[in-house]
């Protein structure tokens, strides 16, 4: 049998198929699925709640035009702090366990999200906002411990049952943003004599999660079996990042010494950033970054579209009707990709199943200048609710170009043990996207709103973003998982 020597542009997942589908390791897949929820659950309770937050903070005061600029830094904000810290949050897990940072990020989260609730003022909801994006690094480790523990014949299977979390996060999280901000109005009998929930009546629902974090810190603590091995102690791993930067500030010949005699030692140990940035991964995180602008930016949009009185450009809906809708949402999206994504994956391949989800952002887009003048004319018709489902049924279509890009990524990293800082490298590069998606996206709207002979700015920005992530998922290869 000849060996099969291992490089930096050796791919993770080789292409060919095995013949036989590994089990999936359900004890630790179901924890795994647990702690997934967290996330979701906190980003999605104040999806309907952020435009009602920053008028309650009075900082646009009656000026409704200026709550799309503020809802985008409040999301933008996140993302900036997110790609700060994600790659070190994501290398330190390649050396130290996963285990650690997924305690640490919820911890954070935890925290970040009840103090989220106490906020009174718009730049309390920034600095908290800011605070759980620091924090965020579970998403990526998460990614990486996904592709540990599965193989090219069920990692399919394995996402598709990740989106249940995203699904019910989706679903319930709304449901509680819009249900339980402002209880003392909202239940008098129960809340009404509470001055607490007057004073801050947007910490209930973002205790929700906040608690809920704080059980699955448990969970995880005590049934998470962690999935790196030879792993180091935070001191060395100091000790280890500090001799990286050394060797980084020498010269090329020592850094070509060094990679001539790394080959042996690629599949048990973490490469340095560096030696990640092959082309595969660079393909991998570029096609992942256009996907995620157009991706944000469409989202902002349609939370600020579905929150603006309808003479203004949206539809004027209230947060319990929002929330309605963004759970109608994640139910959808959820088991689509549970029922469908693996038999077409298995048919289509996953490059088909990408260009095809990244083109529905297309019709998405379109949709909102018709829906909106279907409700000026004529007010919230059945047509209106049934053009805001098919835009919705889009949404979730686009949605499974995710999925794919995922596995692209995984793919396309050095070693197992590189995971971390591969999936880090690309969060990274997503959230500078993010850091300026949804502010743009903001931005345009109000501008559109405010300056009616500029109101389809806003709408050509959205498509370039579409024909952009288009264009660089021709790189992409048709194999890779």
Request: glycine share 8%.
């Amino acid at each position: 049998m000849v060996s099969q020597q291992v490089d930096e542009e050796t791919p993770l997942l080789q292409s060919v198929p095995p013949t036989t589908k590994t089990p999936l390791p359900w004890r630790q897949f179901s924890v795994l699925l647990f702690l997934q929820l967290a996330e979701p659950l906190a980003s999605q309770v104040i999806s309907p709640l952020i435009p009602q937050m920053i008028r309650h903070t009075g900082i646009t005061g009656s000026d409704d035009s200026k709550v799309g600029y503020c809802a985008g830094l409040a999301y933008s904000v996140f993302f900036a702090t997110q790609a700060l810290t994600i790659l070190h949050w994501s290398r330190a897990s390649d050396h130290i366990g996963r285990k650690p940072i997924l305690l640490i990020g919820l911890f954070g989260l935890s925290a970040s999200m009840f103090l989220l609730g106490l906020s009174k003022t718009f730049w309390g909801l920034i600095v908290n906002r800011a605070l759980h994006g620091a924090l965020s690094g579970n998403t990526c480790v998460l990614k990486s411990i996904l592709a540990e523990i599965t193989d090219a014949t069920n990692f399919a299977q394995a996402y598709a049952y990740s989106s249940i979390p995203w699904m019910a996060g989706g679903t319930i999280g709304p449901l509680i943003g819009g249900r339980l901000a402002q209880p003392a109005d909202r239940f008098p009998n129960i809340f009404g004599r509470s001055e607490f929930m007057k004073s801050y009546p947007y910490f209930l629902p973002c205790a929700v999660p906040a608690t809920f974090s704080a059980m699955v810190w448990l969970v995880m603590f005590l049934f998470f079996k962690e999935t790196v091995s030879n792993r180091q102690t935070f001191c060395q791993l100091f000790k280890e990042f500090r001799r990286s930067d050394t060797r980084q500030r020498s010269t090329d010949s020592v850094d070509n010494e060094h990679s001539s005699t790394q080959g042996k030692d690629d599949a048990s140990n973490p490469l340095p950033v560096r030696s990640i940035l092959v082309p595969s991964v660079i393909v991998a995180v570029a096609s992942y970054a256009t996907l995620a602008l157009m991706d944000i930016s469409i989202r902002s949009t349609q939370l600020l579209f579905l929150a603006t009185p309808v003479d203004m450009g949206g539809l004027g809906l209230d947060p319990p009707r929002i929330g309605n809708i963004l759970s109608a949402f994640g139910i959808a999206t959820g088991m689509f990709q549970i029922f469908f994504f693996p038999p077409l994956h298995a048919r289509l391949g996953k490059k088909v199943i990408y260009v095809s989800s990244v083109a529905s952002g297309i019709p998405i887009i379109i949709a909102f200048p018709v829906i909106n003048a279907l409700a000026r004319t004529r007010g919230l018709t059945m047509t209106v609710w049934l053009l805001v489902a098919s835009q919705l049924a889009l949404g979730v279509n686009m949605n499974l170009a995710f999925a794919c890009v995922f596995m692209f990524i995984a793919a396309a990293a050095p070693n197992r043990r590189s995971l971390g800082a591969t999936n880090g490298f690309s969060q990274m590069i997503v959230s500078i996207v993010r850091t300026f998606g949804p502010a743009l996206a903001g931005a345009m709207f109000s501008f559109s709103i405010q300056h009616p002979r500029f109101a389809w700015l806003n709408y050509y920005y959205l498509s370039f973003t579409a024909f952009f992530a288009l264009g660089a998922s021709v790189l992409l290869p048709r194999q890779g998982l």
